[in-house]
């Protein structure tokens, strides 16, 4: 803060139009303005220590992240898992396709990827020292209320409770500047610490999930890579399937569904991100970690069966619903959308750049 504002700040406290509380620790210090909390979004000071304790008593043994990048069809292998007797499977669902996985089993868990969430919180509370940081725990704080006021299964009042205390846990002071702002500061503790504490939280929160042996989540490690060194320090021992598409669907997907420009438009662009983001992807060789192609899982589904069931552990027997949420014979339907679009150019120059990433339809096989 400059000379200039502390100044400002000092003057408004003198004609009481504005006052200064410092606490050490936050949780000596209790809001009285309800609506200023629920304005800020600022919930975690009235911690309440009897709902800590998840009423969930089925926890899983064994996590299961699903990755992929945009239209990669990693969804095909939450439907497959999702027909375990012992998974379960969440994320990746569309409602309207599998109504039988239900609908609380749509949303996806994107705590380390999403924006204002854990790795956002490393990246400024823990790695520079500046004001972001009181921005980061503020977006943070954000987020955990949205996925609590929207009702999303299983982001409950333990899930609320629990974020609560892992605010606590990493803030070490903070203080009500005014009547329309309350400032944060991270303790001083090493990424290590940081990492450990994040851990806890993150399997906490899991485990408040009702699950079988396995818990399939679609998009947990959407991290720009399966980075499995980042993956183990915030979710522990945590198996990853990677999968993709032939890049040329990828592209024809987002051009036939209105609203996806997100995924580039122009070609070179387009080849320049799949070379960028996803080729070090394929490239993972960590033993944690398999690589799965939709184009194969749809043509040679038994092999690709048993490559995810050998990855796993899983075993022929509690295949209970086999064909119920991941048919290949119908799936087969959505490989080689590239030749529905038109302008076949953008599709040309992206198989002249990736080829060894394209599926050979009339082949069954990729061009490797």
């Known amino acids: ?103 609380e089993n749509s949303y996806e868990f994107d705590f380390l990827r999403e924006p204002g969430g854990i790795l956002d919180l490393e990246r400024i509370c823990y790695n520079n020292c500046t004001r972001l940081r009181n921005t980061a725990i503020k977006q943070f704080i954000s987020v955990c209320y949205e996925y609590y006021k929207n009702s999303i299964p299983y982001f409950d009042d333990y899930f609320l409770e629990r974020s609560k205390k892992y605010v606590k846990e990493i803030m070490n002071t903070s203080f009500y500047s005014s009547e329309s702002s309350v400032e944060y500061f991270p303790k001083k503790i090493s990424l290590k610490e940081y990492r450990n504490i994040s851990k806890q939280y993150l399997i906490d929160i899991l485990k408040n999930i009702p699950s079988n042996k396995y818990l399939v989540c679609d998009n947990l490690t959407s991290i720009g890579r399966p980075d499995q060194g980042i993956i183990n320090d915030y979710l522990g021992d945590c198996k990853v399937i990677y999968n993709f598409s032939d890049p040329r669907d990828v592209y024809a997907r987002a051009r036939l569904i209105p609203g996806n420009d997100w995924v580039p438009v122009d070609p070179e662009i387009f080849v320049k991100n799949w070379e960028q983001n996803t080729i070090p992807c394929l490239n993972e060789s960590d033993p944690n970690t398999l690589i799965t192609n939709f184009d194969d899982f749809c043509n040679d589904y038994e092999t690709q069966a048993k490559k995810i069931m050998d990855f796993l552990g899983l075993e022929e027997k509690d295949h209970v619903d086999k064909f119920k949420y991941f048919n290949p014979n119908v799936s087969i339907n959505n490989t080689g959308v590239w030749r529905k679009l038109e302008n076949q150019k953008p599709i040309e120059y992206i198989f002249d750049n990736l080829k060894e990433f394209c599926y050979d339809i009339e082949n069954h096989k990729r061009y490797v």
Do not use: W
């Open 1 to 103: 803060m400059s000379i200039i504002t502390l100044a400002k700040h000092l003057v408004k406290v003198f004609l009481k139009r504005e006052r200064i509380e410092f606490v050490r620790n936050s949780s000596e210090y209790n809001f009285e303005d309800k609506k200023l909390i629920e304005k800020e979004k600022i919930f975690f000071e009235d911690l309440d220590i009897n709902k800590l304790t998840s009423s969930n008593a089925n926890q899983y043994e064994k996590l299961v992240g699903i990755d992929g990048v945009c239209f990669s069809g990693s969804s095909a292998v939450g439907d497959f898992l999702g027909e375990f007797c012992n998974c379960t499977s969440i994320g990746g669902v569309a409602p309207l396709e599998n109504p039988d996985r239900g609908i």
